[in-house]
C-alpha cells in the first residue's frame, strides 16, 4: 500500500511541474534592447532587421510578438528617417497591447505625427 501511494504521490508532483507556453514570442529581442542602449557595433539597419525577423517568426509560428517590439521597431524606423513606417508600428503597437495607447499617442505626438 506504501509503494502505491509513493507513486501516486510522485505522479501527481511530475504532474504538476509541467511547463506553460510563454504568453508572448521575444526571440532575441532581449539582445537587440541591449545592443541599442550600448550602442555596439550593431547599426540602425541591423537592428531594424533584428526585430523584423523577430516579428516574422511569431507569424511563422502563430504566436503574438512581445509587447514592445512593434514600438521599439518604429522608434528605430523614425531615427531613419521613414516616419511612415515608424507611424505603422506605433499603431501596430497600439492595436496588440491597447495599454499602450497613452504612450504611443505622446510618442507620435512628440514626433510631430
Keep these: 500500500m506504501k509503494k502505491y501511494t509513493l507513486a501516486l504521490l510522485a505522479s501527481l508532483v511530475l504532474a504538476g511541474c509541467k511547463t506553460t507556453e510563454p504568453l508572448y514570442y521575444h526571440g532575441e529581442y532581449g539582445k537587440a534592447v541591449y545592443s541599442y542602449f ?37 522608434m528605430l524606423y523614425f531615427e531613419t528617417g521613414n516616419a511612415q513606417l515608424g507611424k505603422q508600428h506605433f499603431e501596430t503597437e497600439m492595436v496588440l497591447f491597447p495599454e499602450s495607447e497613452h504612450y504611443i499617442s505622446f510618442l507620435l505626438k512628440s514626433a510631430g505625427v
Excluded: R
Excluded at 526585430?51 to 517590439?69: D, F, M, N, Y
Design 38 to 74: 550600448k550602442a555596439e557595433d550593431v547599426t540602425l539597419e541591423e537592428q531594424i532587421s533584428i526585430l523584423q525577423e523577430i516579428i516574422q517568426t511569431a507569424e511563422a509560428k502563430s504566436k503574438t510578438v512581445a509587447p514592445g517590439v512593434h514600438a521599439h521597431l518604429g
